[in-house]
């Protein structure tokens, strides 16, 4: 029965892919025509490029999931048992928080909401699915690893797993806030946004098959994802398709959004947050490397994305220039230690009697050109999609292989 | 328990009315910026208009109900009985409709979307709310009146009720598509959109209070209605207070969506769908008098709404011109059927050898100006509030008191 609800949202994905193609080809033109458009500054002509189109993939979305919800639950009608009222409330609470990340997406690209603003919404919109996950008695029990167990054995006997309670919600919380913004902040490159959902989403795709076949006790958590990421995955194929380098269409702050969110919340259902984490290594590593000029230790310019050449047709490095008195200490301390550990390009310099500092921009893309020198967008993208799919590569074997050997049951 | 659920509500409104009142006054610049407004076309300045200022009140309206959810099941906590999973399906399921007509109502203001597509979304946004209908058991089953049963007694023993089954369910729905474009067709004048919206959902708190006083068995049903409505009618109320003569925000077809379908879902939630349907006897009347016009049976201008005349500062009626050739048989049928009983102003004239018909555009503002003649745009809102008041006080006349002569049990 599980399969048949599975064979339905495949074929309704399908359908949705088709449907997403046609819909951005029509509304390419509408949203020039009512100046929704950026424009790429990466390339020497100065075409409007229509954004957000993640709008017009996320309804798209919303329509298949509407039409599939229904199917899991044909088996009930009929049936003398009393209906699976936890799956549906599961189901529909994932839905509000996705639809209403699309909503905060869509009103930021028209608006430009504050930063308050874009992470209290998340917050509580994600309240709905947090509460299901408290009166469905899921579990807050965290393992405890047996290697830990073992070493301090001798002095203090550790129980297995510990109940963190509410301590386990904050943190679900904090996934969710944190993923709703991890895909907007690792932006900037033709197809990186698109491309990086499409990898993370396919990998948990991967993921969740391989423990529906392994794991019998968890069937329906892998199920209910899947049930979430088939969708998702074929509408940003499609995006992906216009989005990738040259972009006919740019995702906007509503696909990064969606996305984000919809990672959250499969991993929440499907009781996965921790694994899910270590598929946003990059997205963790680019966030923790662009705190100092998120938060303003180190100054900030407008845009971090690279820098353009149009003669060689390559971008490099964007830098960030400031005087050296406007650096802040905990500014100071976080340039030491990335410079230390190599993960800086800085120059000093003096001019009008004061110190100047100049640096690379502190975000992974800017990182990799640092490494790498100046490179075609295009290629860029694949070196970033590159190290996507590595991290995938190694959460699989951090969550199949590593963790085995550090607790004692593993599922 | 529930009052105490009832006076969160309350308070959570209240709080919400006010950050809708500061956030307006934020975001009135912004959008201007941005270039969303629109201009007044009857004002002699030319001053832009924001909008869709409804968006913002929604967002508050979300955040509130987020909030909110929690508070309902606070008893249960602690408690050996087993979840009331039905009632937070039935909000759940009540928010997405209400979230992604929201969003809906956004994409359209800002792409003039499709007619079919306006058509189809809020059908299956509504499909999570039908389908928590079904399987919490809830009735179909309709009252057959009294009167009919005694007039047919002689000939054929019609039972007391019939369970119209999914026939039921395809009136839910036509309920749903119906409101959530009802309040967007009746619209043109300043505070029209938010003034009806704010008669109707005041008179449906009016009837839930009397049906929590009157009727123990419905008890639910009535509550999470108010749960709604409250927290919509204090955003509501504010945004009124800015859009109100002279306008100085457009609430935007997300308010006239987000309105439509969040009473839509509370005379769902609450098993009042028909009563609901007295209360929307002038959008309905609207409607149906606007169909020759909506369906291009009757050539239909672009706008609809009153002509302004700048030197009188009053509003009148607007006209449609065409040829006479041009009219299709069932446009020739409504107009004499309209003319017979009075409601059409019509003028037919000989021009470069063609005859010409002028008519008053088919709505029921154009309807109120034809018999008033030209007013004040301030005076001719008061007018439609007038009738919109006085067709809520039919509709407790036409609950309370004629169905009790029709039917033999009311509730």
């Known amino acids: 029965m599980s399969l048949f609800s599975l064979l339905i949202n495949g074929g309704l994905s399908a359908v949705g ?19 929704m458009y950026g424009n790429d500054q990466s390339k020497t002509s100065n075409d409007p490029v229509p954004e ?48 209403t990340a699309i909503l905060l997406g869509f009103a930021d690209d028209m608006l430009d909401l504050r930063w308050r603003h874009k992470l209290l919404f998340p917050t509580l919109s994600s309240l709905p699915l947090l509460m299901v996950y408290y009166v469905s008695g899921n579990s807050t029990t965290v393992m405890i690893p047996g290697l830990l167990r073992h070493l301090i054995h001798p002095f203090f006997d550790l129980p297995i797993s510990v109940n963190i309670s509410f301590v386990y919600y904050i943190f679900m919380g904090m996934v969710i806030v ?7 902040i690792l932006a900037g490159v ?12 396919i990998s948990v795709i991967i993921f969740n098959v391989v423990q529906l ?29 216009f989005n990738k380098y040259p972009s006919r269409v740019f995702v906007g702050d509503t696909f990064c959004y969606w996305s984000g969110m919809t990672l959250a919340v499969v991993s929440i ?21 662009s705190l100092p000029q998120l938060f303003h230790f180190v100054p900030c310019p407008r845009h971090r994305m690279p820098k353009y050449d149009g003669k060689s047709d390559t971008v ?41 500092i100049e640096i ?52």
């Open 52 to 99: 957000p189109m993640g709008v017009i993939c996320a309804a798209v979305y919303l329509i298949v999931m509407f039409i599939f919800i229904p199917v899991p639950f044909f088996e009930w009608v009929g049936s003398e048992t009393e209906f699976p009222y936890a799956k549906l409330l599961a189901i529909l609470s994932g839905l509000i928080s996705i639809s």
């Open 213 to 241: 076949i392994r794991v019998d006790s968890q069937y329906w958590h892998h199920l209910i994802s899947l049930y979430f990421l088939l969708p998702f995955t074929a509408c940003t194929a499609i995006l992906f398709h």
């Open 360 to 411: 690379n921009n502190l975000t992974i893309i800017n990182l990799v050109l640092k490494f790498s020198g100046p490179m075609h967008e295009s290629r860029l993208n694949q070196v970033l999609m590159g190290i996507q799919i590595s991290c995938s590569i190694l959460a699989f074997f951090i969550r199949f292989y590593l963790a085995s050997l550090f607790y004692d049951v593993v599922n």
């Open 190 to 201: 033709n197809g990186l946004e698109s491309g990086q959902s499409l990898v993370i989403s």
């Open 269 to 289: 259902l499907g009781h996965f947050s921790k694994t899910l984490m270590v598929f946003f290594i990059p997205q963790t590593f680019n966030f923790i490397y």
């Open 178 to 184: 944190f993923c709703t913004n991890a895909i907007n």
């Open 316 to 356: 490099s490095m964007s830098k960030a220039i400031f005087k050296k008195s406007e650096l802040k200490s905990l500014g100071k301390l976080s340039l030491f230690i990335f410079n230390l550990v190599g993960l800086l390009e800085k120059r000093e310099f003096e001019k009008d009697g004061e110190i100047w």
């Open 17 to 35: 892919a088709v449907i997403c193609y046609r819909l951005i080809l029509t509304y390419i033109p509408i949203f020039i025509q009512r100046k």
